[in-house]
Structures are given as structure tokens and as C-alpha cells.
């Protein structure tokens, strides 16, 4: 039932195999593409649902390519990149892509990145981001009334809480940056910024969470950023 189309921008044989093979075994239709031009013509010419992007590929920077794609397409954008290379996820994120995946991946984490990404892209298609009400499991945003509850209770949020949790929500399932976050939150992202999210970041989770030490709505990626993920109904 996935049916979707995944573009695959690989240029090592084994990896874009395994990647390749798993996607045949689940359903999914994909094109590949081995160096960073050819990624950007498929893309183009082919309207991927989904772009897997290999950061280190030999004729562009994988970053570069983001860029590109991200003039014209909001398609999503889950990188692969080297366990070595976190600056350059945080660079692959702030230039557009919604996550990613660190090298060597299991096929386990391979599909759940892309059933989180498939959800993000089943909330965006029913333009649930523009509606004037947000609902995540027992979470409830009013945009209209500035003001959020938990299991219909509301929460009593600081302003700096409320504007951190509608970011977050309004990119459910994409991974957002300390810079992006706190650039969107306090027009500028000074290293105080960054500390002060960590401390806003932590009143709310104690007011969002039912166990903070274990989050079901916002997901910590250490020294990278935080994703709201969609709370899974019952299946
Ligand atoms: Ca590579």
C-alpha cells in the first residue's frame, strides 16, 4: 500500500543496494541517482514523494543539493550522512531537509524514517498545518485563542512556551535546529539563546509530558535540535 516513489541519491554501490532492496520488500517504487546533478534532474523531472540524499557524493555537496531542490520543491528530504559528520546534518536541516539517517543505518531504522516521513507528508497534504486548530493525540492547539491543552485541560504556558510548542507543531515530524529554533523564537541565535532553549525546552516538556524523562511529543536529537513527532493512534 506504500506506492510512493523515493528517489535514492547513493554513490556507493553497497549502500544504495541495501536501501534499494529494502524499498522493492516493502512496497515502495524508487529511481535512483548516484551524484548530485542527476538528483536534481530526477527530481525534476520525476516529482519524487520522498528524497533519500547521501551528503558526501562526488560531484556536489549534498547540501548544495538541498539547496537546489528547496528554489521549487518542498518534497521531503531525509539525509544519510556519516556518524562523524554532525555539523553537516545540522547544515543538510537548516538548508531544508526534514531528517536524517546516520551511517550504518539498520533496515528497522531505514523504514521507520520513512513511515515518520510519510505521516509528515499525510499531514501536510491535508494542509492540517494552515488550519486554525492543531490536534496531536491529547494535545490541542488553538492558534486562534493562543492557547493549547492537554487531554482538554489547558495548559498554562509562558509566551516563549506557546510560540516553542506552535513551531514545533506547525513542523510535526520535520527535525528542527537550536539555530532554527531559536532564530524563529528570539530573531537571533547567540550561544545564550541555544542555552535559554534548553531551559524553556525543559518547562515545557514538564507541562507537555506525562514523563519528561521519557517524551512522547518532543523528540531530543542531542547536540543537533528537537522534532515533534506524531503521536501514533491506536492501530
Ligand atoms: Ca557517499
Redesign the pocket.
Known sequence: MNKLTILVV???VPVRNLITTTLEAHEYRYITAENGKSAIMETASHNPEIILL?L??PDIDGVEVIASIRRWSNVPIIVISARSEDADKISALDAGADDYLTKPFSVEELLARLRVTQRRLALIQNNSMQQAVFINGALRIDYVSGCAFLNEEELHLTPIEYKLLCLLAKNTGKVLTHKYITQNVWGSSWENDVVSLRVFMATLRKKLEKNPDSPQYIQTHIGIGYRMVKVEEKE
Open positions: 547513493e554513490d556507493d547521501d558526501g557524493l
